[in-house]
């Protein structure tokens, strides 16, 4: 009654790899590296304008939602078109998987103010909520002058 479980927990034990070790200390094969053709094409993109969004298809017509949002988000907030540049991944695959390891985040699209990454479309969200993202658009100066104002 008992025999036939041990055998079969021996049998699997016996029938499995053996863990290695060493395996935390050597890179993975699978593991991409950014090129740096396409690190240079993306910083480029970052420092060419003050607010830098890569997202899935164009503001006029975004080919997610999330890229979506983050565009109506960025519109409600008043950023200058003038002060703003939009990268569609969607175009360029290198782009796709490079904009991912340059920021070491998972997901698009992806919002840099002043050439520094402020997260994906979960945090822009958060931060209109609770007003964080106007307070930082503002201190970069990156709003859209009001109606009456010169812009500076």
Known sequence: ?????VFASAFRQATRPAPRLASKFTPSIAARFLSAETRQAIDKAV????????????PETPQCGFSRASIQIL???GVDPAK???FNVLEDDALRQGIKEYSDWPT???LY???EFVGGCDILVAMHQNGELAKVLEEKKVLAP????ESK
């Open 113 to 115: 103010i002043g050439k």
């Open 75 to 77: 519109g409600l907030q």
């Open 146 to 149: 009001a109606e009456g104002e």
């Open 84 to 86: 703003f540049a939009a």
């Open 1 to 5: 009654m008992f025999a036939r479980p």
């Open 108 to 110: 698009i699209p992806q």
């Open 47 to 58: 420092a060419s304008a003050p607010v830098v969004l890569f997202m899935k298809g164009t």
